[in-house]
């Protein structure tokens, strides 16, 4: 999810890295011939690639391509029909029936029903897949005591077998049972909500909605993603080459509802060194590079690049993370410390070349239910003081504190010995930096077994333009991502719930202000910055409109159908 990379410190060894990444830029060129193929960079592979159990973006990236869900939003940020061309919800906004259009077909011309996303909807809430996104589907009846329906013993099991042939699978196959969503015919899928949710139809967009073929999945078994021809799919584009950390393949999708998309494939490549990568950019290897924050300066130097430079805001609030239940950070006035102490204004000046922006709060700036606050804002003094009110009384006491970090890239050193440095400067105390692979540390941050003590860094990148994604999905006790680092205040889930139900627009925006002042208050982890992504594009590249939602690549949700590649 976070992309931290480098340029100043690789270049001496940039021909050497060229040379061994130069058969992926070659497959890629070879299987282009004269077809129009995006290119496009990305510097962290996936982890996992399965519609209902993927979280993070670049696993994201390359399943809103495979596959399409109930709606989807525009460039405006709308919500808009999909494979459901309508929708409406009952009186009391508590069943919500979709309405597919007619004649819709997977990429390889076989029939998608109803009944292939009421099974999306049965395989997130479901125990045994345990999806990263299951809380967000907490809102349909019987979800939540599905995903609970299994011990901790029971949880497991491999199979929805396995699980209800153990001593609790009559309460599995129950909740199971009792799930709200059905099928009512091939084009009607009915949903059936525990109190009135407005923002809905878009959360129908997500990837928890995703029809991956059941069979498929039960064919491949674990790792069915990794297999293109599993991965049948309905969007613009069809997964035709996976390989793993180099490159995913995609080819234009000639049965899609809205039409044949512009281009005739896309590329994912993979280079987490973002020299190699902008090297390759310039040599015509890729069509679009996401640029490290160090490799600014020289690009805006440089007129034929700095003329190729596309920069637009992303919603996307990036945090240092801490585990609230591991030592030092059980203590808010140690956190309080780490937060005064951050020097946010130089961070993005400096260190990240002026790429973001300082933020001291959750929800950015302009967005529905954000607010303004100047709690924890850098002063060196009431950091110190801060931590000498804290149980641990000073430095001395502390127990060992590890910052991890993406070591990817060279430049994520030197960010991250930067923060080691303010915190030995201002409070007295060492970090021990824990350098770590960043597929690794993308597993590592989905267990809240594993979750690194301290993360530079974390945060949340926008998934539909509400105060619920930001707030309720996010940092609600019962939400997946608040359990990974062991956040939980049940007068904000008091707030966040009574705002989820509200009808009054105004009153529900206040709720949710006041759930963000006390998020804010909580001191959960340092709200360090909003982010602008800078992209060079190849002048080839057309047709498409970057939106907030686009954190990969400019117009990777919105314009699938029409952005194009001509000559030069």
């Known amino acids: 999810m976070i992309r931290l990379t480098g340029f100043k410190a690789l270049i001496m060894g940039v021909l050497a890295l060229l040379t061994l990444i130069g058969p992926v830029f070659a497959t890629a060129n070879a299987a282009q011939g004269e077809e129009k193929i995006l290119r496009v960079h990305q510097s962290e592979p996936p982890d996992v690639v399965d519609p209902q159990k993927s979280s993070f973006s670049s696993e994201i990236a390359i399943l809103a391509l495979n596959y399409e869900g109930l709606t989807r939003q525009n460039d405006q940020l709308e919500t808009v029909g999909a494979a459901a061309e309508s929708w409406e919800f009952n009186e009391d906004g ?30 997130t809430c479901d125990p045994n897949t345990a999806g990263q996104y299951q809380s967000i589907l907490f809102d349909i009846v019987g979800c939540e005591d599905f995903a609970n329906s299994l011990t901790v013993e029971e949880e497991g099991a491999a199979t929805p077998a396995e699980a209800s042939a153990s001593p609790a699978g009559d309460a599995y196959e129950t909740a199971k ?54 991965q049948i799919g309905n969007g613009v584009f069809q997964m035709t080459q996976y390989e793993e950390e180099q490159l995913v393949g995609f080819t234009a999708n000639e049965n899609y509802w809205g039409g044949r998309a512009a281009l005739d494939g896309i590329e994912y490549v993979y280079q987490g060194e973002s020299a190699v990568a902008l090297e390759a950019y310039r040599a015509g290897d890729l069509d679009m590079v996401d640029l490290d924050p160090t490799q600014l300066p020289a690009v805006e130097a440089d007129p034929e690049l700095a003329d190729q430079l596309v920069s637009y805001p992303v919603a996307a609030t990036f945090t240092l993370s801490f585990n609230l239940t591991q030592e030092p950070f059980t203590d808010k006035k140690v956190r309080e410390a780490f937060g005064y102490a951050f020097d946010r204004e ?61 070591s990817d890239d060279a430049a994520n050193t030197a960010r991250a010995e930067w923060v080691a440095g303010q915190y030995r400067e201002i409070l007295g105390v060492e970090l021990t930096l824990v350098p770590t692979e960043s597929t690794a540390l993308v597993a590592l941050r989905k267990e809240a077994s594993t979750f690194p003590q301290m993360l530079l860094v974390g945060g949340w990148i926008q998934d539909y333009p509400d105060p619920q994604n930001w707030l309720s999905v996010y940092w609600k006790c019962e939400a997946t991502f608040a ?86």
């Open 177 to 230: 049972a009792n799930l709200g969503v059905k099928a009512i015919d091939d084009q009607t899928l009915e949903i059936t909500l525990n109190q009135p949710a407005p923002y809905f139809p878009t959360v129908a967009s997500l990837w928890v909605f995703y029809p991956a073929k059941q069979e498929l999945i039960e064919q491949g078994g674990e790792n069915w993603w990794k297999d293109p021809s599993l």
């Open 94 to 123: 508590t069943v919500q029936t979709f309405h597919h259009r007619d004649g819709l077909t997977y990429s390889d011309g076989s029939p998608l029903t109803a009944e292939n996303f009421r099974y999306a909807v049965e395989r």
């Open 346 to 406: 130089t961070y993005c000046a400096i260190i990240r070349s002026g790429d973001c922006t300082p933020t001291l709060s959750w929800i950015p700036p302009g967005l529905p239910g954000s607010i303004e606050t100047d709690a924890y804002a850098f002063d060196p003094e009431a950091a110190k003081a801060a931590l000498a009110e804290s149980s641990y009384g000073g430095p001395e006491r502390l127990p060992e504190i590890q910052l991890f970090y993406s």
């Open 483 to 568: 359990k990974r680092f062991g956040y939980c205040n049940p007068e904000f889930d008091a707030l966040v719930e009574q705002a989820d139900a509200e009808q009054d627009e105004a009153t529900r925006m206040e709720l949710y202000e006041q759930a963000g002042q006390i998020l804010v208050d909580d001191a959960p982890g340092p709200f360090l910055y909003n982010l602008s992504n800078k992209m060079l594009v190849d002048p080839s590249v057309t047709g498409y409109t970057a939106t907030v939602l686009d954190f990969e690549w400019p117009g990777q949700f919105t314009s699938q159908l029409t952005i194009d590649k001509t000559a030069p």
